[in-house]
Protein backbone atom coordinates (compact mmCIF):
# COMPACT_ATOMS: atom_id res chain seq x y z
CA UNK A 1 0.00 0.00 0.00
CA UNK A 2 0.71 3.33 -0.57
CA UNK A 3 2.44 5.39 2.24
CA UNK A 4 3.70 9.75 2.59
CA UNK A 5 6.25 10.51 4.66
CA UNK A 6 6.54 13.98 5.70
CA UNK A 7 9.50 15.60 8.34
CA UNK A 8 9.88 17.06 10.78
CA UNK A 9 6.69 17.08 12.74
CA UNK A 10 7.38 20.47 13.90
CA UNK A 11 10.41 23.05 13.69
CA UNK A 12 10.59 26.31 15.29
CA UNK A 13 12.90 29.02 13.09
CA UNK A 14 14.46 31.82 13.79
CA UNK A 15 13.93 35.03 10.73
CA UNK A 16 16.08 34.73 8.38
CA UNK A 17 17.02 31.02 8.24
CA UNK A 18 16.87 28.81 5.83
CA UNK A 19 13.98 26.02 5.55
CA UNK A 20 14.38 22.87 4.24
CA UNK A 21 10.60 20.24 4.73
CA UNK A 22 10.78 17.56 2.92
CA UNK A 23 8.33 14.91 2.10
CA UNK A 24 8.66 10.88 0.69
CA UNK A 25 6.32 8.67 -1.10
CA UNK A 26 6.24 5.11 -1.11
CA UNK A 27 4.51 1.87 -2.56
CA UNK A 28 3.49 4.34 -5.83
CA UNK A 29 5.08 5.55 -9.03
CA UNK A 30 5.36 8.93 -10.28
CA UNK A 31 2.70 10.27 -8.56
CA UNK A 32 1.52 14.01 -8.66
CA UNK A 33 3.07 16.04 -5.52
CA UNK A 34 1.58 18.59 -4.03
CA UNK A 35 2.81 21.09 -0.97
CA UNK A 36 -0.27 23.25 0.91
CA UNK A 37 0.03 25.30 3.49
CA UNK A 38 -3.04 26.16 6.80
CA UNK A 39 -2.59 29.29 8.22
CA UNK A 40 -3.97 30.19 11.11
CA UNK A 41 -8.23 30.69 10.77
CA UNK A 42 -7.69 29.57 7.16
CA UNK A 43 -8.05 27.39 4.77
CA UNK A 44 -5.95 24.58 2.89
CA UNK A 45 -3.80 27.18 0.41
CA UNK A 46 -2.01 25.48 -2.91
CA UNK A 47 1.63 26.08 -2.68
CA UNK A 48 3.21 24.07 -5.56
CA UNK A 49 2.83 20.70 -7.15
CA UNK A 50 4.68 18.53 -9.73
CA UNK A 51 3.86 16.40 -12.03
CA UNK A 52 7.07 14.85 -12.69
CA UNK A 53 11.15 15.04 -11.58
CA UNK A 54 12.01 18.89 -11.87
CA UNK A 55 8.83 19.73 -13.23
CA UNK A 56 7.53 22.09 -10.41
CA UNK A 57 4.47 24.52 -10.96
CA UNK A 58 4.19 27.06 -8.78
CA UNK A 59 0.37 28.40 -7.43
CA UNK A 60 1.69 31.69 -5.32
CA UNK A 61 4.08 34.22 -5.36
CA UNK A 62 5.95 34.10 -2.23
CA UNK A 63 9.38 33.08 -0.17
CA UNK A 64 9.07 29.74 -0.59
CA UNK A 65 10.67 27.37 -3.66
CA UNK A 66 10.43 23.08 -4.06
CA UNK A 67 12.03 21.08 -6.45
CA UNK A 68 11.73 17.44 -7.08
CA UNK A 69 15.11 15.57 -7.15
CA UNK A 70 13.41 12.23 -7.51
CA UNK A 71 10.34 11.05 -8.13
CA UNK A 72 8.61 9.98 -4.68
CA UNK A 73 10.86 13.22 -3.27
CA UNK A 74 9.07 16.56 -2.72
CA UNK A 75 10.83 19.19 -1.33
CA UNK A 76 9.73 22.45 -0.03
CA UNK A 77 12.64 25.24 0.85
CA UNK A 78 13.41 28.91 1.81
CA UNK A 79 16.28 30.41 1.63
CA UNK A 80 15.46 33.07 4.27
CA UNK A 81 12.59 33.04 6.53
CA UNK A 82 9.90 35.42 7.13
CA UNK A 83 7.58 35.62 9.75
CA UNK A 84 4.31 35.57 7.50
CA UNK A 85 6.14 31.96 6.45
CA UNK A 86 4.26 30.11 10.25
CA UNK A 87 1.73 27.75 9.52
CA UNK A 88 1.04 24.05 8.77
CA UNK A 89 2.62 22.55 6.09
CA UNK A 90 1.09 19.63 4.36
CA UNK A 91 2.18 17.50 1.43
CA UNK A 92 0.50 15.61 -0.66
CA UNK A 93 0.01 13.16 -2.90
CA UNK A 94 -2.24 11.89 -5.68
CA UNK A 95 -2.44 9.90 -8.66
CA UNK A 96 -4.26 10.72 -12.69
CA UNK A 97 -7.89 11.08 -11.49
CA UNK A 98 -8.16 10.08 -7.44
CA UNK A 99 -8.55 11.64 -4.35
CA UNK A 100 -5.03 13.53 -2.35
CA UNK A 101 -3.78 11.70 0.09
CA UNK A 102 -1.94 13.79 2.84
CA UNK A 103 0.92 13.52 5.24
CA UNK A 104 0.84 14.62 9.23
CA UNK A 105 1.96 17.83 8.28
CA UNK A 106 4.95 19.74 10.12
CA UNK A 107 3.94 22.76 11.97
CA UNK A 108 6.19 26.03 11.26
CA UNK A 109 7.00 28.69 13.49
CA UNK A 110 8.70 31.34 12.73
CA UNK A 111 10.25 33.84 15.76
CA UNK B 1 -11.30 30.29 -11.45
CA UNK B 2 -12.55 27.63 -8.84
CA UNK B 3 -13.76 28.13 -5.39
CA UNK B 4 -15.38 26.73 -2.59
CA UNK B 5 -17.71 28.47 0.16
CA UNK B 6 -18.15 26.71 3.17
CA UNK B 7 -20.69 29.51 4.70
CA UNK B 8 -20.55 28.05 8.59
CA UNK B 9 -16.97 28.87 10.58
CA UNK B 10 -18.07 27.02 13.63
CA UNK B 11 -20.92 24.68 14.21
CA UNK B 12 -21.83 23.10 17.81
CA UNK B 13 -24.00 20.14 18.11
CA UNK B 14 -25.62 17.84 20.08
CA UNK B 15 -24.07 14.15 20.62
CA UNK B 16 -26.81 11.94 18.63
CA UNK B 17 -28.08 15.14 16.92
CA UNK B 18 -28.43 15.62 13.03
CA UNK B 19 -25.67 17.26 11.45
CA UNK B 20 -25.42 19.06 7.81
CA UNK B 21 -22.25 21.04 6.59
CA UNK B 22 -23.01 22.92 3.62
CA UNK B 23 -20.97 23.79 1.12
CA UNK B 24 -21.06 25.38 -2.44
CA UNK B 25 -18.76 25.16 -5.52
CA UNK B 26 -18.19 27.12 -8.70
CA UNK B 27 -16.36 25.49 -11.67
CA UNK B 28 -16.54 25.40 -14.94
CA UNK B 29 -17.93 21.86 -15.67
CA UNK B 30 -19.05 19.38 -13.04
CA UNK B 31 -15.97 19.00 -11.04
CA UNK B 32 -15.13 16.40 -8.86
CA UNK B 33 -15.81 16.61 -5.32
CA UNK B 34 -14.16 16.12 -1.37
CA UNK B 35 -14.97 15.89 1.77
CA UNK B 36 -11.70 15.70 4.53
CA UNK B 37 -11.81 15.94 8.17
CA UNK B 38 -8.69 16.94 10.25
CA UNK B 39 -8.05 16.33 13.97
CA UNK B 40 -5.84 19.14 15.31
CA UNK B 41 -2.13 19.00 14.58
CA UNK B 42 -3.26 16.29 12.08
CA UNK B 43 -3.35 15.91 8.41
CA UNK B 44 -6.02 15.46 6.35
CA UNK B 45 -8.61 12.56 6.23
CA UNK B 46 -10.92 11.86 3.00
CA UNK B 47 -14.42 11.07 4.49
CA UNK B 48 -15.78 10.86 0.95
CA UNK B 49 -15.26 11.51 -2.71
CA UNK B 50 -17.77 12.40 -5.82
CA UNK B 51 -16.75 11.72 -9.64
CA UNK B 52 -19.39 10.89 -10.75
CA UNK B 53 -22.48 7.98 -10.82
CA UNK B 54 -25.18 7.85 -8.41
CA UNK B 55 -25.29 11.71 -6.77
CA UNK B 56 -25.68 10.67 -2.92
CA UNK B 57 -22.40 9.27 -1.96
CA UNK B 58 -21.72 7.23 1.57
CA UNK B 59 -18.34 7.42 3.18
CA UNK B 60 -16.09 6.84 6.15
CA UNK B 61 -17.44 7.23 9.53
CA UNK B 62 -21.38 7.25 8.47
CA UNK B 63 -21.14 10.21 7.11
CA UNK B 64 -22.93 10.87 3.05
CA UNK B 65 -22.97 13.73 1.08
CA UNK B 66 -25.17 14.63 -1.98
CA UNK B 67 -23.80 16.13 -5.26
CA UNK B 68 -26.92 18.82 -6.39
CA UNK B 69 -25.82 20.18 -9.75
CA UNK B 70 -28.73 22.72 -9.76
CA UNK B 71 -27.06 24.39 -6.69
CA UNK B 72 -23.63 23.88 -6.97
CA UNK B 73 -23.92 22.07 -3.67
CA UNK B 74 -22.09 19.11 -2.07
CA UNK B 75 -23.57 19.02 1.70
CA UNK B 76 -22.01 16.70 4.06
CA UNK B 77 -24.31 15.21 6.48
CA UNK B 78 -24.78 12.42 9.23
CA UNK B 79 -27.95 11.33 11.09
CA UNK B 80 -26.33 11.09 14.82
CA UNK B 81 -23.45 12.81 15.40
CA UNK B 82 -20.61 10.79 17.94
CA UNK B 83 -18.41 13.13 20.27
CA UNK B 84 -15.52 11.81 18.56
CA UNK B 85 -16.53 13.39 15.45
CA UNK B 86 -15.74 17.32 16.93
CA UNK B 87 -13.26 18.21 13.77
CA UNK B 88 -12.59 20.67 11.98
CA UNK B 89 -14.60 19.41 7.94
CA UNK B 90 -12.81 20.62 4.77
CA UNK B 91 -14.73 20.26 1.08
CA UNK B 92 -12.81 20.94 -1.96
CA UNK B 93 -13.33 20.94 -5.71
CA UNK B 94 -10.50 19.08 -8.00
CA UNK B 95 -10.80 18.70 -11.60
CA UNK B 96 -13.55 16.63 -13.82
CA UNK B 97 -13.61 14.11 -16.25
CA UNK B 98 -12.92 16.39 -19.09
CA UNK B 99 -9.99 18.22 -17.27
CA UNK B 100 -8.40 15.13 -15.02
CA UNK B 101 -6.10 16.40 -12.01
CA UNK B 102 -8.44 15.34 -8.99
CA UNK B 103 -6.16 15.91 -6.86
CA UNK B 104 -5.07 19.06 -7.40
CA UNK B 105 -7.55 21.02 -5.02
CA UNK B 106 -9.30 24.12 -4.25
CA UNK B 107 -10.39 23.95 -0.50
CA UNK B 108 -12.85 25.80 1.58
CA UNK B 109 -12.50 27.55 4.78
CA UNK B 110 -13.18 24.73 6.78
CA UNK B 111 -16.19 24.05 9.37
CA UNK B 112 -15.12 23.55 13.03
CA UNK B 113 -17.80 21.21 14.17
CA UNK B 114 -17.90 20.89 18.00
CA UNK B 115 -19.73 18.01 19.56
CA UNK B 116 -22.23 18.73 23.12
CA UNK B 117 -22.03 15.99 25.26
Known amino acids: SQTIHQWPATLVQPVGSPLSLECTVE??????LYWYRQAAGRGLQLLFY??????ISSEVPQNLSASRPQDRQFILSSKKLLLSDSGFYLC??????????FGQGTRLTVV | AQSVTQPDIHITVSEGASLELRCNYS??????LFWYVQSPGQGLQLLLK??????LVQGIKGFEAEFKRSQSSFNLRKPSVHWSDAAEYFC???????????????FGTGTQLKVEL
Open chain 1, 50 to 55: SVGIGQ
Open chain 2, 92 to 106: AVGGSRLTGGGNKLT
Open chain 1, 92 to 101: AWGGWNTEAF
Open chain 2, 27 to 32: YGATPY
Open chain 2, 50 to 55: YFSGDT
Open chain 1, 27 to 32: GTSNPN
